[in-house]
Structures are given as structure tokens and as C-alpha cells.
């Protein structure tokens, strides 16, 4: 059964950073895309950032671009968020996906996803 693990959400003052990490299991990790999403009370889950199967792609949205960094680890079956410069707007439960093949921004065209992990910015 395929699982995503996502780990390091907390706390953090605005102007602050947090390193977002998402372990798969029971998955052919490399055939996967990665990607991130995060969604705030009351609005839809948006796309944050995504990665090829080998890591030389990367893409964002516009609202993190420059501030994240999204990268993985085939061998540690893992992906990972670098975030700096944190603002509350950043405020969201954060999650992992997983799609064969290559990179969407689109939150329906992932297949597997965490259970996702709170991301807290206060001013």
C-alpha cells in the first residue's frame, strides 16, 4: 500500500523558515513526479511546487516563487520543502503528492497524497 509521510510542519514566527520532508513508501519512487499543495480553512487546495522524476525540473507558484525550494532524494525515496521568508499568508496544512509520469499543477491529475502536515505563521 502506497503511503506519503509528510513531517516538519510547526510553528514559526513570520520572516522565519521551515524544511518540509514527505517519505514514501511502497512506491517506484522514481517513475513518480512529486509535487506540494496546501490548503487554508475555507479555501481549495492550491498547487505550491512540484518536481520532475529526476530533479532537473522544478515549478512554482508565483505567490512562493523565490522563497521555496522543492527538491528530492530517489535514493531516500523522499521530497522535501524549503521554505524561507515565511508570511501568515503562508498559514496551511501542507501535503505531499505523487503522479507517474511528469509534473502537473493540477490538483487532480495526482494519484497518491499525504495526510499532510499544519503549517503555522504568526505575524
Known amino acids: 500500500q502506497v503511503q506519503l509521510a509528510e513531517s516538519g510542519g510547526g510553528l514559526v514566527q513570520a520572516g522565519g523558515s521551515l524544511r518540509l520532508t514527505c517519505a514514501a513508501s511502497s512506491l517506484p519512487f522514481i517513475m513518480y513526479a512529486m509535487a506540494w499543495f496546501r490548503q487554508s480553512p475555507g479555501k481549495e487546495r492550491e498547487f505550491v511546487a512540484a518536481?520532475?522524476?529526476?530533479?532537473?525540473?522544478?515549478t512554482y507558484a508565483d505567490s512562493v516563487k523565490g522563497r521555496f525550494a522543492i527538491s528530492r532524494d530517489n535514493a531516500k525515496k523522499s521530497v522535501y520543502l524549503q521554505m524561507n521568508s515565511l508570511t501568515p499568508d503562508d498559514t496551511a496544512i501542507y501535503y505531499c503528492?505523487?503522479?507517474?509520469?511528469?509534473?502537473?499543477?493540477?490538483?487532480?491529475?495526482?494519484?497518491?497524497w499525504g495526510q499532510g502536515t499544519q503549517v503555522t505563521v504568526s505575524s
Open positions: 518536481i520532475s522524476r529526476s530533479g532537473g525540473t522544478t
Open positions: 503528492a505523487a503522479r507517474a509520469g511528469i509534473t502537473s499543477v493540477q490538483r487532480n491529475d495526482y494519484t497518491y
